[in-house]
């Protein structure tokens, strides 16, 4: 009895082993040389790899892939079984194609430092719960781009997409999307209709482009009700976006500019605004009242602007004297006239604007 037990137990074993070779996912307990398993956490990070290794543990979540040399031939079909997995770091490696068979859970891509290219719906359909997509520093560019690649993307919250080659803001972004990066492309016009559906866009992007005020549709950020914060730093404006979305916006990063002009009503109706940022301009002056507004503004950053401390900027001086404490504003230097340069304008007292009647008029 005992010798047939054995026998049974040897049984047992030889048909686990061949079932183990035949699918090397058949247990949780089993990690790729090549890796280091913690847990569901499985890194296979800066090894020299080429490929994905295969027999990666059923019950993983998160695969750290990055620092490689993982080409697009080199995901296993496999990988598309791994049903837990809901993040994947591939950054830093020689894709030249967005990858396939990825896991259909996956709601987190990491694809940074790669060579993409282009982007269809069928790489995005793949991944259909897919909440946040990291592509910087690819080849990107808007023409490839494939028309409707995001209109299954119904989870996308998060896409990143700094430091490509796109010319516009891409076409059909799901309604989810909440954050846009698209810092450092050479985006040069952004039309009425490109933001026009993202009613729960809450944080845009758009430093280091080629942005100025005629390629700005009129109404192009007037829809953005949820809209908490707008950077536009290092453009070519000349003056702040017309129809700012005044519901939600609390920051507006406008620094490093051509901007030598603020309309009187250019931050009317931004009730929520708290930090404004136009350091890094060509402003001499401002319209009496610009920022009367801005009632819950605590930050405003001014610096390395040729202030001219004239009669028209006295109003400037007036209205820091009057701001509470909880108000920090920066940069009201003045670079002229001559006998104030370098002077702080709140400090400046009422004879050193040297008013004349007519300079006392009210700006128009």
């Not at 490839?144 to 076409?171: K, M, V, Y």
């Not at 004239?310 to 909880?326: A, E, F, G, I």
């Not at 340069?341 to 007292?349: H, N, P, V």
Request: hydrophobic share 40%.
């Amino acid at each position: 009895m005992v010798r047939q037990c054995k026998a049974f137990i040897l049984f047992l074993v030889r048909i686990g082993l061949l079932l183990g070779l035949a699918n090397p996912l058949v247990t949780s307990a089993s990690c790729p040389s090549a890796c280091r398993c913690d847990g569901t956490f499985i890194y296979c990070n800066d090894r020299g790899l080429t490929s994905i290794p295969t027999g990666l543990p059923l019950d993983a979540t998160v695969l750290f892939l990055q620092n490689n040399r993982i080409k697009s031939s080199g995901i296993p079909a496999e990988l598309r079984r791994l049903s837990n997995v809901e993040k994947i770091y591939l950054y830093c490696n020689n894709l030249d194609e967005f990858p396939t068979n990825l896991p259909l859970g996956l709601k987190e891509l990491h694809l940074q430092e790669n060579n993409i290219r282009m982007i269809t719906h069928a790489s995005l359909a793949q991944i259909p719960y897919i909440e946040e997509l990291h592509l910087d520093d690819n080849s990107v560019s808007a023409v490839s781009i494939e028309e409707g690649a995001f209109r299954d993307s119904n989870h996308l919250r998060l896409l990143f997409l700094s430091r490509n080659h796109l010319s516009t803001i891409p076409s059909g972004l799901p309604m989810s999307i909440e954050e846009l990066r698209f810092d450092d492309n050479r985006i040069s016009s952004i039309s009425e209709q490109s933001l026009q559906d993202l009613i729960n866009l809450k944080r845009l992007i758009l430093d280091g482009n080629l942005l100025n005020n005629r390629g700005i549709g009129e109404m192009a950020f007037i829809n953005l009700i949820n809209l908490t914060e707008l950077s536009l730093v290092r453009n070519s404006l000349t003056s702040p976006p017309a129809n700012l979305p005044g519901t939600s916006l609390e920051k507006l990063q406008l620094q490093d500019n051509h901007i030598n002009r603020v309309p009187p009503g250019a931050f009317a109706f931004l009730r929520q605004l708290y930090r404004l940022d136009l350091s890094g301009n060509n402003l001499s002056s401002l319209p009496q009242g610009v920022f009367e507004d801005l009632d819950n503004l605590t930050q405003l950053l001014l610096r390395s602007n040729p202030w001219q401390c004239t009669c028209r900027m006295k109003w400037v001086r007036d209205w820091l004297r009057s701001l509470p404490s909880k108000v920090n504003v920066r940069g009201f230097m003045c670079q002229g006239p001559d006998k104030v340069k370098g002077m702080a304008i709140k400090d400046l007292t009422t004879d050193m604007f040297d008013c004349t009647d007519s300079e006392l008029l009210p700006d128009v």
